[in-house]
């Protein structure tokens, strides 16, 4: 008897039938020998109907208030799918995070999960029970109610599997698993079966944004091993493990996208230290994320820095080194909003050379300029014009021969 | 400095502007100089929705689980209310019922408050927060989420006054008290400044539904003196107490109608022990609650038996004696779809003679005629023509000059 954590995020629960389709499932994977426990996120929409709730009483509703009131929504969810389970007379009761035994620290609306106690939980599977979880949500060990921000339901699901030594952790969504490209832009871009943590998280980072960063690195950190699969097929999904030796016998496991992101020049800034610093302590002050930063080589004494950004910062940004630009006495400041992010991943790369060589090559044959350049062990992303992103998906996707 | 518990109902915290309302009387209370509890329905229409939620995925919900999925909507009003006091500047913090240490037993959607630990309230009154405790919820010794059922939320008003102490305890509601009789039948009815524990429950359960037996019971029990009041106006309401020696001078308090009664008559029933238990019996086995029972004097060696009992239990009723009927040789049944219940009440009735008579009398200068008459201490009831109510109710409170 096999002990499965099984994750079904908004859309997956979205209405009643939904509900009972999920219940349906649950049953089923009880039925075929295994204890289950479910970890359900609240009916989609319903956490933006509260927020919306939240601003009519108040301009900035406090973050322990908006904590209790959110989880209400999880709270709704396990209550219906337990009773839709029980419909089907099969035992099931529903916990919320606090009950489950989530302990979190207190920072409300994106608390950390400090710790679980799977007592109850243990209890209620050895009488039998289907376990219906909340994710998303915890307390704190002095009984404050918290909730984990985006992302908060799968880490909810991957920290309870930890908890419990559960053989598999199941994620099921609305898409098939982690594919190696976006398919609405490369139809022929297949599901990758098996991915290893680090490549999961470059490409949460990258844009392919199945799920977030902490999940994983949950996941990596106590060696959960989960599968992101979709809750309206039977069709197998993608599992995420530890790197095994034969993964690096493809160098490149996927073609991750990003659009919207916008380019800044600092133009002919004095070569000497400092004026870099000066310019990231002004956008790093302002709580802006940039991306990639690239410096250009020194030609007499003054070199271009450029940084890459999401395009909706850019105002913010601009604003922020505008003082700094005159301070260090730079030339000026140039920005290209309309570019987007292309990175190959793959834990081949460490092995394999010429990976870099046999992409650019591919957006040079689609007579695709590169703007920026970037590295990493097991990535390599480029900024190209945006107008081209989808031709130069498919070029790149195609030259790592990802589509057979 | 004093203590005040306040109560506010789902029609009065129905939408955010009335939330805000709320928030603003209750952070008056406390610029007035208390400290204060408030507790909280659900909004209004907020309880029927679950419900029709929880009857889209399962024919007959788990009591356990509803209960989890009701106490989402308490939820979600202590989190507004708390946040709209803290948009005016004040400190407030939110507790569901299990947080505020409304401990239960298991008998869930009409659970029984076991025990309550105030440690946490008296710990945020003390740090000069005000307290919004989830009403109508409870949890269990082991931690399962409980609901208490209809009027629960007045009860968590009183069970919280009675175990923080509470100078005085205010359930705000959409009347303005408790009145001399319904205004909407009598228009020269008044409202009562103060009527005692028994006189209130006599009122309850003839028919002036303000409040429920069982919280005036549990304020009677321990003493918790409250008052019933309207939150859409600043008019003083009804306080309920314990007898006071005044009160007697008061022959009647108030006049309570219940429409939407029906009377059986079993005829002609053998005068032999076990004829009245035979069918009773009957009706007591398929759960039907009956008021009034009149047995007629003995003519010959038969009597006819009436009872009342409420309108839309009368098709079960007649169903359940059915078979009795025949076996005890009784004549046949006759029923009256069209009665009415109208009901005297005050402790005054004990120290002064006449009363009932007087009552007879105004009935009988309308020409209204009484089918049954039921008396208990402080109460005398009649079962009429409801055709004839409006009228019926004109003449007795005037006849006890209650419009004064």
């Given at each position: 008897m096999s002990l499965i954590v099984q994750k079904y995020g908004g859309t997956s629960v979205g209405t009643p039938e939904r509900i009972l389709n999920v219940a349906h499932r649950i049953v089923a994977t009880q039925d075929a020998g295994n204890k289950v426990v479910a970890v359900v996120s609240a009916m989609s929409g319903v956490t933006d109907s509260l927020i919306k709730l939240a601003r009519q009483v108040s301009p900035q509703p406090t973050e322990r208030e908006m904590d209790v009131l959110l989880a209400t929504g999880e709270q709704t969810t396990i209550a219906l799918t337990a009773m839709a389970i029980n419909a089907l007379g099969h035992k099931a009761v529903s916990l919320t995070g606090a009950q489950a035994g989530i302990i979190t620290d207190g920072v409300h609306t994106k608390a950390k999960i400090a710790n679980i106690s799977p007592r109850r939980l243990h209890q209620y599977l050895k009488e039998g029970f289907i376990c219906i979880v909340a994710g998303f949500q915890g307390e704190t060990s002095d009984g404050r109610i918290t909730t984990l921000g985006r992302g908060g339901s799968d880490l909810t699901a991957i920290a309870i599997a930890a908890a419990v030594k559960a053989d598999l952790c199941q994620i099921f969504t609305d898409v098939d698993g982690v594919y190696t490209c976006d398919p609405r832009v490369v139809p022929a871009a297949r599901k990758i079966d098996e991915i290893c943590y680090d490549e999961m998280l470059e490409m949460a980072s990258s844009g392919s944004k199945v799920m977030q960063s902490r999940s994983v690195e949950f996941a990596k950190k106590f060696g959960v091993v989960f599968e992101v699969r979709s809750s309206f097929n039977s069709n197998p999904g993608t599992v995420v493990k530890e790197e095994t030796a034969d993964m690096e016998n493809v160098v490149v496991r996927g073609v991750s996208l990003e659009k919207n992101q916008a380019k800044v020049t600092v133009l002919q800034v004095p070569d000497r230290p400092g004026t870099a610093a000066a310019i990231f302590s002004a956008i790093a002050a302002e709580n802006i994320v940039i991306d990639m930063i690239v410096q250009s080589d020194s030609v007499g004494d003054t070199n271009d820095i450029s940084f890459t950004l999401s395009r909706d910062e850019l105002p913010r940004a601009r604003q922020a080194i505008e003082g700094v630009v005159k301070e260090i006495a730079a030339a000026g400041v140039e920005t290209n909003e309309g570019v987007a992010k292309l990175s190959i991943i793959g834990v081949g790369m460490r092995s394999h050379g010429g990976v870099a060589a046999r992409m650019f090559e591919a957006l040079s044959r689609?007579?695709?300029?590169?703007?920026?350049?970037?590295?990493?062990?097991?990535?390599?992303?480029?900024?190209?014009?945006?107008?081209?992103?989808?031709?130069?998906?498919?070029?790149?996707?195609?030259?790592?021969?990802?589509?057979?």
């Open positions: 689609g007579g695709i300029n590169i703007q920026v350049i970037s590295t990493s062990e097991i990535k390599t992303s480029v900024i190209i014009d945006e107008a081209r992103l989808v031709e130069a998906a498919k070029l790149v996707h195609e030259a790592f021969g990802l589509s057979e």
